[in-house]
């Protein structure tokens, strides 16, 4: 099912980025993730467990780290935002309206969301090519619920290879 939507969630994905570069003729873009870097979202799901339903509940009612979301806020108050985040299409306007709610009302950004984690380097790549500067906070984390915190290393690398800023979970949990 994924490839399937694959084929028809990332050229869609892709256009917005196109007409945002040219709305937004900014020379940096501030790209963020979403889970467990401005949602706290691990504690969540080890309390519900594996979920088959669907999430909408589970990412509406999800806290936010409100510190993060006003050092990003103070730090980088004009720049541009891309919320790069790792869920299923079906989740765009639950998404969307939790941003809203939680602090991003007033900026101009744009969500993308991603069918796999090794996406996200499409996108970034695509920003790279337009924007002078391109600062990426995320985790790349996973399976903190269960005690050992493991990373999509294969993504890291390939951000090793980037030219952007890239803030990591050890960067990004030192925010207070």
Known sequence: MKAF????????????LND???QVPYHQILVLDIDNTIADTWPEIKYQGVIK??????????????KRIAFLINRYPT???????????????????WLIQNGFSNRNFRLILTLNVEDKLRYLKLLQNHYKKVIYFDDLSYNHEHGEVKYYQIVIDALAEMELEYWGLDQ????K
């Open 5 to 16: 939507l694959n084929v028809f969630v990332i050229p869609y994905f892709f256009k917005i």
């Open 172 to 175: 990004i949990q030192r925010i």
């Open 53 to 66: 339903s669907p999430r909408f509940s589970f990412f509406k009612k999800l806290r936010p780290f409100k």
């Open 20 to 22: 945002f570069k040219k």
């Open 79 to 97: 720049t541009p935002i891309v919320f790069l985040s790792n869920r299923n299409v079906v989740y765009y306007n639950t998404t969307r309206n």
